[in-house]
């Protein structure tokens, strides 16, 4: 029996067609009381349920080449250009291939494709469509970035502290480290900075996977007879040689990624021939200069990355590591500070405040429990009383715990590792110092004339048209662990000096004190500062607990 009798046998036997064709309408069956418009619209349905072909949903996106208009341009590279443009009311950065595509170039957009719609992580730019059919313009649709790193860096004018590098040093290290730990693995084949694109909140992500390839873990790559892929500059000596490699390519290019990142210098500017460059990197292992003042931990980090054996070179979770360690040691300048940080929150910029107080109480000894109760307290610190011990953790949070974020009452008090660095460098070392640095902030606190953290211009606010003579202290906003008094000078002229910390000392003057309570005291009458300026929001923190004896 062929398939068509078979068809028409089971059509004549199935028994709901035979109650429609004997009832010339209506079905019997009380299940299927429809009339027969309504059978022929189910039918009809079903016909079109039938004709629906399921889309391709295992392949990129599509983006039709009509729904892209493109603007400004961002960059150029070798494959094409890359535009701002818009696609579905949204803005989006597109990389329009060359007009004329061969072959290859056809084969490396389609993987550049195909790799880019796999891989999802904050730290690679996100891949949104592409239009991939021809004869049409093949695009790449992506998140629109603010610029690439390259440019930020080699821009003298743009302010980027060290620990905001290091910080974007790991996020680029954290994007290569889910590429290196994807199975299969994904090699970059062409990180250099002009690949690593910053957004507004200066969070980098690795973009242009156009070189990058795919491998099983452990596998070895060698490049065809069309020579070597990637950027000559950034490239491992092994893939300049068109030797055997694997993602260990990747860390020597992220070594001149870190040297660059550090000394914003444009790289390798001597060489400007092709041959000699080669023989440089390989033979006579020339890598760029790193500066005498580079941390020791980051030139450690960078030579071990563009070592000339693949082996020697750290993988990228050691990279991300290391870094880590780094921006610590940046942020809190103070020894034992850094160690408490990395020993409890080492992969986080910051901890809840109740997170950071169970660890700090536990630091200084003031507690031994995970938990610091107010008997726990008093047992490590007979000499205070309750209250005091308590008055001194209010005024600890008043000084390190950010402003809450989030919405909706699920805001959390924060403690950022920076704020907790600068803290240390005001008040003292955590080694020696110990408990009594919470003593230290509230006796400062306890003055008048003590504003803590306000800009220059909120202080010249605050003495506007105050007598001559009025002063106030504040923390300097320039120079770590200094502090600044701004006074009002002769005819209303509003003044700031620095109170410098020599050695851990206050000095104004030439003159050394051991606090800056002393260095006012002593220095009032040389100095010209007479009345303290009122409005200092710690001095109602500490009034409200003297009056009440307990402070919320
Ligand atoms: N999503 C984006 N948002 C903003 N700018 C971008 C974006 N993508 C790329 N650019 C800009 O375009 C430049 C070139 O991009 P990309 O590296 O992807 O192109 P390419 O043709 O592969 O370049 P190359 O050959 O130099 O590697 C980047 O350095 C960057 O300045």
């Not at 695009?139 to 743009?158: S, V, Y």
């Amino acid at each position: 029996m062929n398939n068509q009798t078979n068809y028409y046998f089971n059509y004549h036997n199935y028994p709901q067609q035979q109650y429609f064709q004997q009832n010339k309408g209506y079905i019997k069956d009380p299940r299927y009381y429809y009339s027969q418009q309504q059978l022929q619209q189910q039918q009809q349905q079903q016909q079109m349920a039938n004709n629906y072909t399921q889309p391709d949903i295992s392949g990129p996106p599509e983006i039709s080449e009509f729904e892209i208009q493109t603007e400004s341009i961002l960059g150029d590279g070798s494959f094409g250009t890359v535009y701002k443009g818009r696609c579905r009311q949204k803005d989006v950065a597109v990389k329009v291939m060359l007009k004329q595509v061969d072959e290859k170039t056809l084969k490396d957009f389609r993987k550049e494709v195909a790799i880019m719609s796999k891989i999802f992580h904050p730290n690679i730019v996100l891949f949104l469509g592409a239009c991939t059919s021809l004869p049409g313009k093949l695009m790449i649709c992506t998140e629109l970035m603010k610029g690439n790193l390259e440019t930020l860096l080699l821009d003298p004018n743009i302010k980027l502290p060290l620990i905001t590098r290091m910080k974007m040093a790991k996020d680029a290290a954290l994007g290569v480290l889910w590429l290196h730990s994807s199975n299969p693995v994904f090699i970059h084949r062409d990180l250099k900075t002009s690949n690593l694109l910053v957004d507004s909140n200066l969070t980098l992500k690795v973009c242009d996977f156009g070189l990058s390839q795919i491998k099983q873990r452990g596998e070895n790559l060698k490049d065809g007879q069309d020579g070597a892929k990637g950027t000559p500059l950034w490239m491992a000596p092994e893939v300049l040689q068109g030797k055997l490699f694997n993602e260990k390519a990747d860390v020597y290019s992220f070594g001149l990624v870190l040297w660059q990142i550090y000394t914003r210098q444009e790289l390798f500017p001597e060489f400007d021939n092709f041959y000699k460059f080669v023989a440089a990197i390989c033979e006579k292992v020339v890598r760029p200069p790193i500066p005498d003042d580079c941390p020791r931990a980051l030139k450690q980090l960078i030579m071990k990355c563009w070592d000339p054996s693949p082996e020697v070179r750290p993988g990228f979770s050691e990279i991300v590591s290391t870094l880590e360690g780094i921006i610590i040691d940046l942020s809190i300048p103070d020894e034992y500070g850094a160690i408490m940080w990395k020993n409890h929150f080492k992969h986080v910029d910051e901890a809840t405040w109740k997170d950071f107080l169970n660890v700090f109480a536990n630091f200084v000894g003031l507690t031994n429990a995970s938990t610091p109760s107010m008997s726990d307290l008093l047992q490590f610190s007979p000499n205070l009383n309750g209250s005091t011990i308590e008055l001194n953790f209010k005024c600890l949070k008043a000084i390190i715990v950010s402003p809450p974020k989030g919405v909706g009452g699920q805001e959390e008090e924060v403690v950022n590792m920076e704020q907790f660095g600068k803290v240390l460098a005001w008040f003292g070392n955590l080694k020696d110092d110990g408990s009594q640095i919470l003593d230290k902030i509230r006796q400062l606190m306890e003055c008048a004339w003590f504003h803590g953290d306000i800009s220059t211009s909120e202080s010249e606010n605050r003495l506007h048209k105050k007598p001559e003579g009025t002063f106030l202290v504040r923390f300097s906003t320039s120079e770590p662990g200094a502090y600044t008094i701004s006074k009002v000078s002769k005819n209303g002229v509003i003044s700031h000096q620095r109170i410098h910390r020599p050695g851990g000392k206050f000095q104004v003057n030439n003159s050394k004190y051991l606090s800056v309570k002393d260095l006012i005291s002593g220095e009032a009458q040389a100095l010209g500062i007479a009345t303290p300026c009122l409005g200092s929001r710690f001095l109602s923190l500490i009034y409200k607990s003297q009056i009440s004896g307990y402070i919320n």
